[in-house]
Each structure stands twice: as structure tokens, then as C-alpha cells.
Nanobody
Framework: QVQLVESGGGLVQAGGSLRLSCAAS????????MGWFRRAPGKEREFVAA????????TIENSVKGRFTISRDNAKNTVWLQMNSLKPEDTAVYYC????????????????WGQGTQVTVSS
């Protein structure tokens, strides 16, 4: 059973930056991808970004492209989400997940989830 622990959330002013971390308790299968999702108040969970462990290939949601980047450190079993130029509409609980790389933008493709970390962007 893989456990994922997110950290790095907090309160930041619009235009600021945050870096979220996701640490896996053990090395997930090399075929897996790691993804970030978010859920804003009153909204459904949505895909943000994903990265494949083996290749490092990334997929970024259009609404955050150019502002957010995802990276990984295989040796540390850790994935990061660097968030720059934050906007109030980025306010949400951010979740890390591990799943099947064939459908990285779909939440149903992910087998393991973290507990989430709150990101609040003030205007």
C-alpha cells in the first residue's frame, strides 16, 4: 500500500508562488504516473498536472500552463508542483495521486491518493 503525503500549501497573495511536495512511502511502479488534482469549494475535483516516473514526460492543464510546473526526484520518491503567478481562482485543496499513465488526466485512473494540502490565494 503506497502512502502519499503532500506538503507546502498555505496562504499567499495573488502573484506569489508556492511549491507543493508529494512524498511516496515507497517506490511506485515504474509504469505509474504521479498527478496533482485540486478541488475548489463547491466545485468538482479537476486535473492540474502529471508526470511519468520513467520518462519524466509531463502533462499540464491549460488553465495553469506557463505558471505551474511538475517535476520529480526518483531517488527520493518525491514529486513537486511549482506554482507561480498564483491567482485567487487557484484556491483549492491540492491532492497528489499515483496511477495509470494511460489516462493521467482522469481521476479514476489513480489508485493512491494523498490527504490533500490547502492552497489559499488572496486578492
Amino acid at each position: 500500500q503506497v502512502q502519499l503525503v503532500e506538503s507546502g500549501g498555505g496562504l499567499v497573495q495573488a502573484g506569489g508562488s508556492l511549491r507543493l511536495s508529494c512524498a511516496a512511502s515507497e517506490r511506485t511502479s515504474v509504469r505509474y504516473a504521479m498527478g496533482w488534482f485540486r478541488r475548489a469549494p463547491g466545485k468538482e475535483r479537476e486535473f492540474v498536472a502529471a508526470i511519468r516516473w520513467s520518462s519524466g514526460d509531463t502533462t499540464i492543464e491549460n488553465s495553469v500552463k506557463g505558471r505551474f510546473t511538475i517535476s520529480r526526484d526518483n531517488a527520493k520518491n518525491t514529486v513537486w508542483l511549482q506554482m507561480n503567478s498564483l491567482k485567487p481562482e487557484d484556491t483549492a485543496v491540492y491532492y497528489c495521486a499515483a496511477g495509470d499513465p494511460a489516462a493521467v488526466t482522469r481521476s479514476y485512473a489513480y489508485d493512491y491518493w494523498g490527504q490533500g494540502t490547502q492552497v489559499t490565494v488572496s486578492s
